[in-house]
């Protein structure tokens, strides 16, 4: 059932032949100075000069140059990256290929399940196979031709080292093979500091899943206890390529000190530009607790939705990580089909869309007026960053409604009656 049909090889060619294309056109040098698409920690030329202090002998760390992991140094070091991003690119959409069908599958199942808890006229909006078939061809195809995507992969961001992770971490979790969602999420956070969030969807479908009958022990220590053993094991061997610990500051402490402020599509490096220094510390604090503080509320909220959760927690990191760019933007917009029977209750589609595009295309312009015509300022490109993350909240607050509005009729049912028997107006605030 999860072999590839013909119309999602034709797009996997495609996809594949773009990127060839652009390998020979030797495109990387269009995108791998835009600020818009790469970061001081996803940059090709900062892991170029990396490579070059460990050609020579020098640590890496030893400057404010190098913010990537000892084990993605080494292993780029050591491979052509050109062509292992090609290759992961093409992996990582596979992988989402393959998630849409088992997470086909596991929708369909819960929905049998839960069938008896439903209302009567709420027919139109069951799952059947018909509606979600294509689903797999839509997210291979929202990977493979998007424009994020493929900025990325010509600016050879190392986020698509993230995003193959990331996809991994969905597949492997809704296979119910814990253990290894687990040592992934471990690397996703050695990759991204931010990635640790992801053991929370892998814990509660840990502890949902039918399959775990064993108690707490085995659906919540054992995943917990693999993940902090993997990081463990991350952690030493790292150190033990440079026989230093520098690397936990150069890459996790710029991380959390934003210590760059390079322009990027971020909402750091604007208001800690302007701050006084005095203020810096608590509003540093203030914002790298808010990217992780929304989890508690929504891991309460979603505590039976652990892939819808998965999916928030990354768009949160995606619009609120201290170094954001469009590349980050690939991963979560590919995965928005496997919410696609929801859609009928998006309420700002074309809104959005629109915010998305202006934003997207204005950002080089105002980049331009402000740094190289000169007849602009920081406000005019930073202007364009809050459009762009105005959209990333609007596109999830939206998902968030209809996937409430869609569970409230289908218990309630498509028209709710009030007290009184009148046909009531649901209205969700």
């Known amino acids: 059932m999860m072999s ?16 060839l294309c652009l390998i020979y056109m030797n495109s990387s040098q269009l995108f791998a100075d835009r600020i818009e698409v790469v970061s001081p920690l996803t940059s090709k030329k900062k892991v170029t000069e990396c490579i070059s202090l460990v050609i020579y002998g020098l640590s890496p760390y030893a400057s404010d140059i ?13 491979v052509r990256t050109t062509w292992l991003f090609l290759v992961v690119d093409i992996l990582t959409a596979i992988l989402l290929h393959r998630c ?6 596991l929708m369909l199942k819960q929905q049998e399940l839960n069938k008896h808890c439903y209302a009567q006229d709420i027919s139109s909006l069951l799952l059947t ?36 992770v990331n996809a991994a971490i ?26 640790m969030m ?4 892998v814990l509660l479908h840990s502890y949902n899943s039918k399959s775990s009958r064993c108690g707490i022990v085995v659906t919540i220590v054992y995943p917990l ?19 230093s610990w520098d690397f936990l500051n150069a890459v996790y402490g710029f991380t959390f000190q934003v210590s760059e402020l390079t322009p990027n599509m971020g909402l750091f490096w604007y208001f800690f530009l302007e701050m006084f220094d005095h203020f810096r510390t608590f509003f540093l604090w203030v914002f790298q607790i808010n990217v992780f503080i929304y989890f508690i509320p929504l891991t309460i909220i979603f505590r039976k939705q652990s892939f819808l959760l ?13 170094y954001s760019n469009m590349a980050d933007l690939a991963l979560p917009l590919s995965m928005l089909p496997l919410w696609g029977y929801v859609y009928k209750y998006l309420r700002n589609v074309l809104f959005i869309t629109a915010l998305f595009i202006v934003s997207s295309v204005l950002a080089p312009v105002m980049w331009y007026l402000w740094i190289y015509a000169g007849s602009g300022n920081a406000n005019f490109f930073y202007a364009v960053t809050l459009a762009y993350s105005s959209a990333q909240i609007l596109l999830l607050s939206d998902i968030l409604y209809a996937v409430l509005r869609r569970q409230y009729h289908l218990k309630h049912g498509l028209q709710p009656k009030r007290l009184d028997g009148q046909t009531g107006q649901v209205i969700m605030k």
Not at 100 to 105: R, V
Not at 183 to 194: A, D, E, K, M, T
Request: proline share 4%; net charge neutral; aromatic share 16%.
């Open 225 to 243: 206890l693999t993940a902090l053993i993997a990081a463990s094991l991350l952690l030493t061997l790292s150190h033990q390529v440079f026989y």
């Open 4 to 19: 590839f049909k013909f119309k999602e090889i034709v797009v996997l060619s495609f996809g594949i032949a773009i990127r």
């Open 66 to 78: 190098c913010h990537q992991p000892p084990l993605v140094i080494l292993l780029l070091k050591n």
């Open 198 to 201: 992801f053991i929370l969807p």
């Open 129 to 164: 196979d018909v509606m979600l078939a294509p689903t797999a061809f839509v997210v291979v195809t929202m990977y493979l031709l998007n424009p994020y995507s493929i900025m990325t992969f010509s600016a050879e961001s190392t986020i698509i080292l993230n995003n193959f």
């Open 310 to 322: 998965f999916y928030i927690l990354l768009s949160l990191i995606t619009l609120l990580k201290s």
């Open 100 to 105: 849409a069908y088992k997470f086909n599958e």
């Open 170 to 195: 969905f597949l492997t979790c809704i296979n119910e093979w814990f253990g290894v969602a687990a040592c992934l999420v471990s690397l996703s956070s050695y990759l991204s500091i931010y990635g």
